[in-house]
């Protein structure tokens, strides 16, 4: 049967990772890189290479928890197969078809530069006002995984709302670096240097490799944005940073200056070796196919599209109110996991789909996902090559989108994702209520 299992999951998927880096590397020689093709990238390493991957490797590549998909039934792994396929190819559909949209932007350079430096100033606020809620540097250096988790002891939704606005360092950064590049004046250099720093300093305390590794991948993303191309020592150099903190984020990087923890560099990566470096890079991405298959596999019941709407009683958890009711769909997939009620394990794209509408809910969603990738595509396309002004205000919206979009592909929980994303929900109404960004159509 494991013969059978990894035939068919080689034959049935590996052609969305053929199409994907066929469609990436054509792109990216025409000069015409996407968000499309960076969601399809990804797409294909969480529902296609992590699949092929456990199929193959088992245990050597799952987190305890997970060895329930090894004695899925062939069935239960057809059809998750056929799920990802279906979501693939709508996606795509959903694409096609060429929008009208068009972004029209108010605003000189020197209102720009002066809107991005307070938000540098208010993000870097941020993390004082949230180390305090928390009890002081100490406590949450101490706690770093805890905090994130909602597992320590001091609970503080206030401070954890206020922590969420030191995501204003990475757009400071990314705008000051996109101003550098295009004017190359030394002060837009330090001013983004700052911003590296202070991010790098806010991914430290928050315990979060995402945001640490993002500001790596800006650049990379100009370049590729731009049309041009990427040279091989910027690849190799970002590249082996972002598995460097992949691998030794929780167990070495959020936790060296604690003082509770008393190993030593070497002592983690021997660790992490002996357990194989390959093993920890895959088990951060396996949480998303593992959930697809195991609820496909299981007999918990669908939630009937509450997930799309739920979000909108995340305010109540400020009320103290702790029913179960409010809670969203991690809560959900974490406990059909682990058998614990809490929000750990979000569902991933596809299982927020599957979980809540079934293959309906993979087909609708796919195609209106295809869509809005066409429509930022799009837009920050057209601006891009029709304008020589407030171009680094367009690259920073264009990267954050990424930045968007892949957290909201990996992660699958409405609830989370707008939460998280809440500082650029105002960042993007202050721009409308200002009458800075319009978005036409036709």
């Given at each position: 049967m494991i013969d059978i299992t990894i035939i068919g999951n080689l034959v049935l998927?590996?052609?969305i990772l053929f199409l994907s880096v066929y469609s990436a590397v054509k792109s990216y020689f025409y000069h015409r890189f996407?968000?499309?093709?960076?969601?399809?990238?990804w797409f294909s390493l969480l529902f296609v290479l992590i699949p092929c991957g456990i199929s193959i490797l088992g245990s050597d590549v799952l987190h305890p928890f997970f060895y329930r998909v090894l004695y899925?039934?062939?069935?239960?792994?057809?059809?998750?197969?056929?799920?990802?396929?279906?979501?693939?190819?709508?996606?795509?559909?959903?694409?096609?078809?060429?929008?009208?949209?068009?972004?029209?932007?108010?605003?000189?350079?020197?209102?720009?530069?002066?809107?991005?430096?307070?938000?540098?100033?208010i993000g870097l606020a941020?993390?004082?006002?949230?180390?305090?809620?928390y009890g002081g540097i100490s406590y949450v250096i101490n706690n770093v995984s805890g905090i994130r988790s909602g597992q320590a002891d001091i609970k503080d939704y206030l401070g954890s709302f206020i922590g969420m606005f030191a995501s204003y360092l990475f757009y400071a950064f990314t705008y000051f670096y996109c101003r550098y590049m295009f004017c190359k004046k030394k002060s837009l250099l330090l001013l983004a240097s700052l911003c590296f720093l202070a991010?790098?300093?806010?991914?430290?305390?928050?315990?979060?490799?995402?945001?640490?590794?993002?500001?790596?991948?800006?650049?990379?993303?100009i370049p590729l944005i731009q049309g041009g191309k990427v040279s091989l020592p910027s690849l190799i150099l970002v590249t082996g940073v972002v598995i460097a903190i992949i691998v030794l984020g929780k167990t070495y990087l959020f936790n060296m200056f604690s003082?509770?923890?008393?190993?030593?560099?070497?002592?983690?990566?021997?660790?992490?070796?002996?357990?194989?470096?390959?093993?920890?890079?895959f088990k951060e991405f396996e949480h998303q196919y593992c959930s697809l298959l195991m609820f496909i596999d299981s007999d918990f019941p669908y939630r009937y599209g509450t997930d799309y709407f739920l979000w909108l009683l995340k305010p109540l958890k400020l009320l103290k109110v702790n029913e179960t009711w409010v809670d969203s769909i991690s809560y959900y997939n974490t406990y059909m996991l682990l058998g614990d009620?809490?929000?750990?394990?979000?569902?991933?794209?596809?299982?927020?789909?599957?979980?809540?509408?079934?293959?309906?809910?993979?087909?609708?969603?796919?195609?209106?996902?295809?869509?809005?990738?066409?429509?930022?595509?799009?837009?920050?396309?057209?601006?891009?090559?029709?304008?020589?002004?407030?171009?680094?205000?367009?690259?920073?919206?264009?990267?954050?989108?990424?930045?968007?979009?892949?957290?909201?592909?990996?992660?699958?929980?409405?609830?989370?994702?707008?939460?998280?994303?809440?500082?650029?929900?105002?960042?993007?109404?202050?721009?409308?209520?200002?009458?800075?960004?319009?978005?036409?159509?036709?």
């Open positions: 998927l590996l052609p996407s968000l499309l093709n960076y969601m399809e990238l899925a039934s062939p069935s239960a792994i057809f059809l998750c197969n056929l799920v990802i396929w279906t979501s693939f190819l709508f996606i795509r559909i959903g694409y096609r078809r060429k929008t009208h949209y068009s972004l029209r932007v108010q605003v000189s350079s020197k209102e720009l530069d002066r809107l991005f430096l307070v938000l540098f100033f941020a993390l004082p006002l949230m180390l305090s809620r991010l790098l300093v806010r991914s430290l305390l928050l315990g979060g490799r995402a945001s640490m590794i993002t500001p790596f991948l800006v650049f990379l993303f003082s509770e923890f008393n190993l030593s560099f070497s002592e983690v990566y021997n660790m992490q070796k002996e357990n194989g470096l390959f093993a920890s890079v009620w809490d929000s750990n394990i979000p569902p991933g794209f596809l299982g927020l789909a599957y979980i809540n509408l079934g293959i309906v809910g993979i087909v609708v969603q796919s195609y209106v996902w295809g869509r809005v990738i066409r429509i930022l595509d799009d837009i920050f396309k057209r601006k891009i090559k029709s304008s020589s002004t407030n171009l680094s205000l367009i690259f920073t919206l264009y990267i954050v989108m990424f930045d968007f979009m892949w957290y909201a592909l990996q992660n699958g929980d409405p609830a989370i994702i707008i939460q998280s994303n809440l500082p650029l929900i105002v960042l993007f109404a202050y721009f409308r209520i200002s009458k800075k960004i319009f978005l036409d159509r036709g």
